[in-house]
């Protein structure tokens, strides 16, 4: 079983910058990729960034603004946010598996969630 801690979420100003992080701990010895979903209200879980095999994807929306990164070492992955506007707001979910998608579906550890705000 893998657990998932995220921090680092909040309320950030248009064009703002937020950090998230996400400590993995437990069994991810059988794991691949770990990744950033995010979910606004009324809407469903979408895919925001993914690293597998030391290799990132992104969704369209966030190419160019956001970059994951990951420390092996610490089973930590990062996701830095810039120039952030209203349509990223939602509550962000880390996630880890051993899959060849980014399907929400495709993953059965989640973390919490942190909550982001984009405020106009």
């Known amino acids: 079983q893998v657990q998932l801690v995220e921090s680092g979420g909040g309320l950030v100003q248009a064009g703002g910058s937020l950090r998230l992080s996400c400590a993995a701990s437990g069994h991810t010895f059988s794991t691949n990729a770990m990744g950033w979903f995010r979910q606004a209200p009324g809407k469903e879980r979408e895919f925001v960034a993914g690293i597998r095999w030391g290799l990132t994807y992104y969704a369209d929306s966030v190419k160019g603004r956001f970059t994951i990164s990951r420390d092996n070492a610490k089973n930590t992955v990062f996701l830095q946010m810039t120039s952030m506007n209203s349509d990223d707001t939602g509550v962000y979910y880390c996630?880890?598996?051993?899959?060849?998608?980014?399907?929400?579906?495709?993953?059965?550890?989640w973390g919490q969630g942190t909550q982001v705000t984009v405020t106009s």
């Open positions: 996630t880890i598996g051993f899959s060849s998608t980014w399907r929400s579906e495709d993953f059965a550890s």
